[in-house]
C-alpha cells in the first residue's frame, strides 16, 4: 500500500490498476495493484492521473519488480519476515487464465500459461505424433499407371521406358522371349541381361501394387551415370539398335523382328550427275528421322526441308562414276518406307559454333494430331496416315540441365497421361494438354510469342520428339497377359510391399497410441502444475517448456543455474523459474531426475536483507540527491566552504551507485546519469586527476548535508594546501 501527496489540503481515494497493458481483449493481466492515492485539490488531478499513465505504460515486468519490493521502503533489513521474503518471490501474485493472458508473464512465477501447453489442451491431430507417412499414398490407385523412381538424372530414362512400355506390340514380343524361363523361379533370383531387366520393369509397370517402382537395375545395366544428364536424344537411338541387337538372337520371329516392325524405316540418299543424268542410290535404315527446326514454325516444313534437294557444285561438286569426273550434281533423301511407329526427333539441342557447347533452341514448333506422310513417301497408294501417340518434354533452358516428362496417350482408351517421373497425371478429357508445360519453361532472353493453335493442332518450344502410330493398324482391345515365369517375381514384389505396408502401419498405430497416451499424461499433469496454497516447489521455464516440446527429449531438471551464493533461489532469477505443486514436482523428479530441488526453504532470507539494504540506501541516495542539488543553489559568502573539482561534484552519485551495485550485484545504469554526463566504472581512481583545474567553491553545508561525501576523499587543489575555511 502506497500513499502520494499532493499539497497540503487532501482527501484518500482508493484507485485500482489491473494488468500492465490495459484489459482490452487479449490484453495481459499479471496482477492486481492496489494504490491509496490521497488527492489534494480539484486542480491538482492532473498530477494523480500522470502518475496512474506512467504505472500503466511502465514495462509489466518491471512493475511486478517494483511492486514486489515495494515494501523495502518502509521496513528496515533487521525488521524482514516470512511475508516479505514471499512478497520478494512473488508468491502470492494471481495465476493468469487462458484465454486472457495469451503470453506467458516471465515476472509472475505462477503464471503456467503460454509455456507451449496449447498443443496439448487443443485437439488431437494424429500425425503430429509420428513422422510416418500413410503407407497407402505409395499403393497403386485403381485403373491408374505405375511410375518411376528418379535416380538423380535419369528422368530422360523414364520417359523413354514409358513411352515403349505403352507399345503393345513391343511389350508383348518382349513377354515373349526366353530370357527367364530357365531362372525364374530362384527365390534370390536377380534380372542380368538388359532385355531381363526390361521384361522385369515392364511387368512391373503392368502389375506392381506400388505407386511407383524403382528402375536402379535397368540403369545399371545400361551402365549409366545417375549423376549426370545424358543426351536424351543420343540415348533413344542407341538404346533401340542395343535391344534390336540383343532381340535378333531370338528364335520367335515376331520376338526376333519386333523393333524392326515398330520403329524401323528405310530411306536412300539419291544423287544425280546434272551432265550425265546418272542416278545412284544409297540405301539407309532409320529408328526415327532427325529434323532440324532452326527457322521454321511447323513440323510439316521441317519435314520438307529434311527431304529438300541439294546442290552439290564448287569444290562440293560430286565424282560421277559415269562421267569418270566431278560433276555439278543433286543430292535428295527419299523416303521408301515408314514404320508403324514414327519417332521423329526434333533437333532442339544444337552445337553453338560461337560458344563451343550445345544449346537449346527454345522456338515454338507447330504440329497436328494427325500426320498425313503420303506427300512425302517414293512409293503412293499406300496408307501412311499416322496419329499422335507420344509428345516428350524437355523443362528448360539449357541443354545441360533441365527435367524431362512425356505425354503418352494409352492405345486402349484413347486418353491422354502425363508421366513425370513418380507422379501420373491424367488429362481431362482425351485431348493433349501442353499449355502448363509451356507456362512452366524458364524465360529466354529470345522468347517469342506463343502463335495460336486451331483444332487438333499443338504448338510447343519444349516438345523435342514427336512420337506417331500408324493409324491405320488394328486397334488393341485385349491386354497384354504378363507370363507365369514374370508375374511369379511381380507378385514377390507384390509381397514384399504389402509386409511393408503392414509394418509401416503397426509404427504408425505404436507412435501414434504412444503420443495419445502422453497427451493425456501431459493434459493431466499440466492440470496440476498449478500450486495454489499447496506446498510448492520452483522449477525452471526453460525446463517446463522443453518438457511440454514433443520435438525435444526431456532431459533431467537442472535448477543450479539460478542459485545464489548460499546455494538458494536467487531472487533476480525468479522471472525464469515457475512455481509449481510439490505434487507435479514428485512425478517430474521421479521420470526425469535432477535438482536441486527448491522448496519452500529454498527461498533465501540473506539475499532478501542483502537487497532490502541496498534498495534503502538507493533511496536514501536520492534524497540525499535532491539535498545536494538544492543546497548548491544557495551563494557562497565568505570563505566558509571546501573547494571541490566540478567532475567529482557531478559524479559523487555515481561512484556511490557503483558501490552499492557491486554489493547488490545489478548495475542500474539508469540511475547513473546527472546533468547528462556518466562516469564509467573506475572514476575513483582518477576522480583528483581529472579535477584539477576545474573548481568550484560550493557551501560547508552542501558537503555536509550529503551522507555520501567524507571530507577526507576531496583533494586540494594544490600540493599541500587546504583551501577550506571554518
Request: net charge positive; glycine share 6%.
Amino acid at each position: 500500500m502506497s500513499s502520494y501527496v499532493f499539497g497540503e489540503s487532501s482527501y484518500t481515494q482508493n484507485f485500482h490498476i489491473t494488468g500492465g497493458q490495459g484489459t482490452a481483449p487479449g490484453s495481459r493481466v499479471y496482477c492486481i495493484l492496489k494504490i491509496e492515492i490521497i488527492i489534494s485539490l480539484p486542480v491538482l488531478r492532473y498530477e494523480f492521473f500522470s502518475l496512474c499513465w506512467m504505472i500503466l505504460a511502465m514495462a509489466p515486468r518491471l512493475q511486478l519488480e517494483k511492486a514486489a519490493w515495494r515494501w523495502a521502503e518502509t521496513v528496515r533489513p533487521e525488521e524482514v519476515s516470512q511475508e516479505h521474503i514471499e512478497t520478494a518471490y512473488r508468491i502470492w501474485l494471481e495465476p493468469c487464465i487462458r484465454g486472457v493472458c495469451r503470453r506467458n508473464c516471465k515476472g509472475n512465477p505462477n503464471c503456467l500459461v503460454g509455456i507451449g501447453e496449447h498443443i496439448w489442451l487443443g485437439e488431437i491431430d494424429e500425425n503430429s505424433f509420428h513422422n510416418i507417412d500413410d503407407p497407402n499414398c505409395e499403393r497403386r490407385k485403381k485403373n491408374s499407371f505405375v511410375g518411376l523412381t528418379n535416380l538423380g538424372a535419369t528422368c530422360y530414362v523414364n520417359t523413354f521406358l514409358q513411352v515403349w512400355f505403352l507399345n503393345l506390340e513391343l511389350r508383348q514380343a518382349l513377354y515373349f522371349s526366353s530370357f527367364l524361363k530357365t531362372t525364374c523361379f530362384l527365390t534370390d533370383y536377380e534380372p542380368q541381361t538388359i532385355c531381363e531387366h526390361l521384361q522385369y520393369l515392364f511387368a512391373l509397370l503392368q502389375n506392381s501394387n506400388r505407386r511407383y517402382i524403382d528402375p536402379s537395375g535397368f540403369v545399371k545395366a545400361l551402365g549409366l551415370d545417375t549423376g549426370q544428364q545424358q543426351d536424351a536424344q543420343e540415348f533413344s537411338k542407341l538404346f533401340m539398335s542395343l535391344l534390336e541387337d540383343t532381340l535378333s538372337k531370338q528364335k520367335n520371329p515376331d520376338v526376333r523382328n519386333i523393333v524392326q516392325q515398330q520403329f524401323c524405316g528405310e530411306y536412300a540418299y539419291v544423287t544425280v550427275c546434272n551432265q550425265c543424268g546418272r542416278e545412284s542410290k544409297l540405301l539407309s535404315k532409320f529408328y526415327e528421322l532427325e529434323l532440324n527446326i532452326q527457322g521454321h514454325k511447323q513440323l510439316t516444313d521441317c519435314i520438307s526441308e529434311f527431304l529438300k534437294e541439294e546442290k552439290l557444285e564448287g569444290d562440293n561438286r560430286y565424282f560421277c562414276e559415269n562421267c569418270q569426273s566431278k560433276q555439278n550434281a543433286t543430292r535428295k533423301i527419299r523416303l521408301l518406307s515408314l514404320p508403324c511407329t514414327l519417332n521423329l526427333q526434333l533437333m532442339r539441342f544444337v552445337f553453338d559454333r560461337q560458344t563451343g557447347h550445345k544449346k537449346k533452341l527454345n522456338t515454338y514448333i507447330g504440329f497436328s494430331e494427325i500426320l498425313d506422310m503420303e506427300p512425302y513417301v517414293e512409293h503412293k497408294g499406300g496408307s501412311y496416315v499416322y496419329e499422335l501417340s507420344a509428345v516428350l518434354i524437355h523443362r528448360g533452358v539449357s541443354a545441360y540441365s533441365g527435367h524431362y516428362i512425356a505425354h503418352v496417350k494409352d492405345p486402349q482408351s484413347g486418353e491422354w497421361y502425363k508421366f513425370n517421373d513418380e507422379d501420373i497425371e491424367k488429362m481431362e478429357g482425351k485431348k493433349l494438354q501442353l499449355g502448363i508445360e509451356e507456362d512452366l519453361a524458364e524465360p529466354s532472353k529470345s522468347q517469342t510469342r506463343k502463335p495460336k493453335c486451331g483444332k487438333g493442332t499443338h504448338c510447343s518450344r519444349n516438345a523435342y520428339m514427336l512420337v506417331y502410330r500408324l493409324q491405320t493398324q488394328e486397334k488393341t482391345t485385349t491386354t497384354v497377359q504378363v507370363p507365369a515365369f514374370l508375374q511369379e517375381l511381380v507378385d514377390r514384389d507384390n509381397c514384399k510391399f504389402e509386409e511393408w505396408c503392414i509394418e509401416m502401419a503397426e509404427m504408425r498405430k505404436q507412435s501414434v497410441d504412444k503420443g495419445k497416451a502422453k497427451h493425456e499424461e501431459v493434459k493431466e499433469l499440466y492440470q496440476r502444475l498449478p500450486a495454489g496454497a499447496e506446498p510448492y516447489e520452483f522449477v525452471s521455464l526453460e525446463w517446463l517448456q522443453k518438457w511440454l516440446d514433443e520435438s525435444t527429449p526431456t532431459k533431467p531438471i537442472d535448477n543450479h543455474a539460478c542459485l545464489c551464493s548460499h546455494d538458494k533461489l536467487h531472487p533476480d532469477k525468479i522471472s525464469i523459474m515457475k512455481r509449481i505443486s510439490e505434487y507435479a514436482a514428485d512425478i517430474f523428479y521421479s521420470r526425469y531426475g535432477g535438482g536441486p530441488r527448491l522448496t519452500v526453504k529454498a527461498l533465501c532470507k540473506e539475499c532478501v536483507v542483502e537487497r532490502c539494504r541496498v534498495l534503502r540506501l538507493k533511496s536514501q541516495l536520492n534524497e540525499d540527491y535532491k539535498t545536494v542539488n538544492n543546497l548548491l543553489k544557495a551563494t557562497v559568502k565568505g570563505s566558509d566552504g571546501f573547494w571541490v573539482g566540478k567532475s567529482s561534484l557531478r559524479s559523487w552519485r555515481q561512484l556511490a551507485l557503483e558501490q552499492l551495485d557491486e554489493q547488490d550485484g545489478d548495475v542500474d545504469q539508469s540511475n547513473g546519469k546527472m546533468n547528462g554526463n556518466t562516469l564509467n566504472k573506475g572514476s575513483a581512481k582518477s576522480l583528483c586527476v581529472r579535477a584539477r583545474g576545474r573548481q568550484r567553491r560550493i557551501p560547508t553545508r552542501a558537503i555536509l548535508g550529503a551522507s555520501f561525501i567524507k571530507p577526507e576523499a576531496l583533494r586540494c587543489l594544490g600540493t599541500n594546501k587546504r583551501l577550506l575555511s571554518y
